[in-house]
Nanobody, 123 residues
Framework: QVQLVESGGGLVQAGGSLRLSCTASGLTFSIYNMGWFRQAPGKEREFVLSIGWKGTIVYADSVKGRFVISRDNSQNSVYLQMNSLKPEDTAVYYC?????????????????WGHGTQVTVSS
């Protein structure tokens, strides 16, 4: 049974930082592409960042220069370092896994999802 568990969310003031973690089990983590998505109330789930099994990184324009993604295959984990946070970054953040390389920005192409962690940025 595949599980993705996110942690690290919380409440932070604008300009602050948070680091999210996602730990996977039940799959061969090193061969999966991992993505972070977010969903704000009343909005569709949107792509944030992804890191491929070869290390290829794709950013959403809205987070470029502020967010950093990394992975540690020895820990079956992917991380999202969020800096210079803005109120518009407030959302539930999800990690997701897929085992093919194309369309990493499309949430429908991911096979496995975590339950999400809430990030709230106050102004």
């Amino acid at each position: 049974q595949v599980q993705l568990v996110e942690s690290g969310g919380g409440l932070v003031q604008a300009g602050g930082s948070l680091r999210l973690s996602c730990t996977a089990s039940g799959l061969t983590f090193s061969i999966y592409n991992m993505g972070w998505f977010r969903q704000a109330p009343g909005k569709e789930r949107e792509f944030v960042l992804s890191i491929g099994w070869k290390g290829t990184i794709v950013y959403a324009d809205s987070v470029k220069g502020r967010f950093v993604i990394s992975r540690d295959n020895s820990q079956n984990s992917v991380y999202l370092q969020m800096n210079s946070l803005k109120p518009e970054d407030t959302a539930v953040y999800y990690c997701a896994a897929k085992n093919f390389d194309s369309n990493v920005q499309r949430p429908t192409t991911y096979r496995y999802w975590g339950h999400g962690t809430q990030v709230t940025v106050s102004s």
